[in-house]
């Protein structure tokens, strides 16, 4: 059964629903307006400086003062509408579905199987703290909605770029490089877009950079690193040709539209508005939701089965937004016997504050749990599995001796982390994600190309990426000789074998840290292509 648009079950409760919202936002708007214009970030405040703008503190008197008459004037109608909006709640799907009616159905389908056996899929993840204007300036970000605008357009910018692959036949050859036929697309094919690798004309990037597989069969372009197999690269552009995304942090309603308009040309289906609100569970005021979960899926490939699930475990300020787990499933297309190939797509954002780790770990026990029925309850025995991720920010990273529970979580020995070497342990060439937000404007990180250039630097990363956290009442040693020094990594993307099809084989292609949003957000985007590879003879059974 498709998917509907509406979260509601008939268009009277949607009606009603949009009519309390209403009655609702001027109070809020205001309310954010006023806290937003005390608040500043410090791009805000070194611009002030430079301008010699004396009259701020005037302009902050006066706005306030307005800004404050205008919410309480208009408090008594969102009483009115809070009492329409909270109770519709619980009869609230979680999400949005929007879906892009395509001009053919080969636009959103992957052929790879059905004509070769093998596939590539691009998967990317970000935190874009797009929170309402007043409180993303705790994060020193302001501006929602414009960022959000921005955002999209940046995202679409990078990942509508061609992905061109060349090979060689083997390490030690001489002789004239010829490209793969089944990764070079032709140019006569009338499809579009990574849900077709055949359908790009044959040209290079916008970086110039040659995309590769693997080495040693594939020519490693400049820029491109290659170091415990596991190709990597710091990269300006989002990676060409993504098939789904994973956003966090995407609480703003309007940001959430925004960003859905920018991105709908290339992916066609997006969940949005994911979460729940008010009293939850319904009827019980022992846990209110203010804000939604933030998760924000976009996808090439139509979703045929959706599920979130919210985790009842949070606390503090944390538990005022309803942070969970959503679960999809994708149609790929069909292998070369015709069956259905579908794949599993998992995004969640974990507990946030420091040395709380039983939360998260709680946490974790749900995911996999939740990930595994899911799974169960939609599986069909005439389809294939081709791929099962889960992405997110985890609030935990794999160096700082606070998160030790955590890295040592058994979620960890289902999901393979192509980043990872080990409880506690980074691979050497792996890059922090989390940002120190206070130096967001300096000029060595404000820009994509001056970002990336700080990343590739270790003296330079180590002034602007957040450093691994101490454990209680221990003093911080970090990094240990001959180590190099990574930062908190908190942002992942996890695949898993044991669930896809037997005849299946994965191999991670490239993962790429990206520099794109540069000055938009306080976390590196992180991308990861992932190769599978289907075997004929097992397509029968």
């Given amino acids: 059964m498709a998917l509907q648009s509406s979260p509601f079950p008939n ?39 430079e301008q010699e703008c004396y ?11 307005i800004f404050l008459i205008l919410f309480l004037a208009t408090a008594p109608l969102a009483l009115v509408g809070f009492i329409l909006w909270a109770p519709l709640q619980a009869c609230r799907r979680p999400f949005y579905y929007h879906r892009e009616t395509p001009f053919s159905p080969e636009k959103e389908t992957h052929r790879g199987f059905e004509l070769v056996g ?41 990942v509508c770029r061609p992905h061109i692959c060349i090979f060689v036949d083997s390490p030690s050859s001489c002789g004239t490089l010829s490209p793969s036929n089944s990764l070079i697309p032709t140019v006569n094919s009338p499809t579009y877009g990574a849900t077709d690798r055949q ?77 729940v609100y008010a009293c939850q569970p319904p009827c019980r005021c022992s846990s209110f939701k203010f804000l939604n979960s933030g998760l924000f899926l976009a996808s090439r490939f139509p979703v045929l089965e959706a599920q979130y699930r919210c985790f009842p475990n949070g606390r503090g300020e944390d538990a005022l937004a309803a942070k969970g787990l959503l ?67 985890f609030n935990f990273d794999n160096c700082s001796p606070d998160d030790t529970l955590e890295q040592n979580h058994h979620l960890f020995e289902e999901y393979r982390d192509p980043c990872r070497a080990g409880p506690g342990k980074e691979k050497p060439w792996v ?39 101490a454990a209680e009442g221990s003093p911080l040693v970090y990094p240990e000789t001959g180590q190099p020094w990574i930062g908190r990594r908190i942002d992942y993307i996890l695949y898993r074998e044991s669930s896809i099809s037997k005849h299946c084989r994965t191999e991670v292609e490239e993962v790429t840290f990206i520099t794109q949003l540069a000055g938009l957000t306080d976390h590196i985007p992180v991308g990861m292509r992932l190769n599978v590879i289907m075997d004929s003879d097992g397509a029968d059974q």
């Avoid at 990676?239 to 994973?246: F, G, H, K, M, S």
């Avoid at 026990?365 to 099962?388: C, H, R, Y």
Wanted: glycine share 6%.
């Fill in 11 to 49: 268009g009277f409760v949607a009606g009603i629903h949009a009519v309390g919202w209403a009655f609702i936002l001027p109070c809020f708007w205001f309310l954010d307006r006023l806290i937003a214009v005390i608040k500043s970030t410090t791009l805000e405040q070194t611009q002030r400086l």
């Fill in 55 to 65: 009259l701020h503190p005037l302009k902050i008197f006066f706005s306030s003062i």
């Fill in 118 to 158: 093998k596939a590539s899929f691009g998967f990317a993840t970000a935190n874009l703290c797009l929170l309402p204007d007043s409180l993303a300036r705790f994060n020193n970000l302001g501006h929602t909605q414009r960022r959000a605008a921005a955002i999209g357009q940046h995202i679409v910018q990078g």
């Fill in 199 to 275: 359908a790009q004309p044959p040209i290079s990037n916008q970086q110039g950079r040659v995309g590769h597989r693997s080495a040693p069969r594939a020519l490693l372009s400049q820029g491109l690193h290659q170091q415990d197999d596991i190709p990597w690269e710091v990269s300006s552009l989002f990676p060409a040709n993504v098939d789904i995304l994973c956003l966090e942090e995407v609480f703003d309603k309007r940001a959430a539209q925004k960003l859905t308009k920018a991105l709908r040309p290339v992916f066609g289906h997006i969940l949005y508005d994911v979460g």
């Fill in 327 to 393: 679960s999809a499933k994708v149609l790929i297309g069909q292998n070369q016997k015709q069956k259905n190939v579908v794949g599993y797509f998992n995004c969640t954002h974990l507990h946030a504050p420091e040395g709380e780790g039983e939360i998260r770990c709680e946490q974790l026990n749900m995911v996999t749990k939740w990930i595994g029925d899911f799974q169960t309850a939609n599986k069909l025995p005439d389809e294939d599995v081709a791929f099962d991720v889960l992405c997110g920010d």
């Fill in 431 to 469: 890059i922090g994600t989390l940002l120190e937000q206070p130096t967001l404007y300096e000029d060595d990180v404000n820009t994509p190309e001056n970002l990336q250039r700080t990343l590739e630097s270790e003296d330079l990363r180590k002034q602007y990426i957040s450093p691994p956290v």
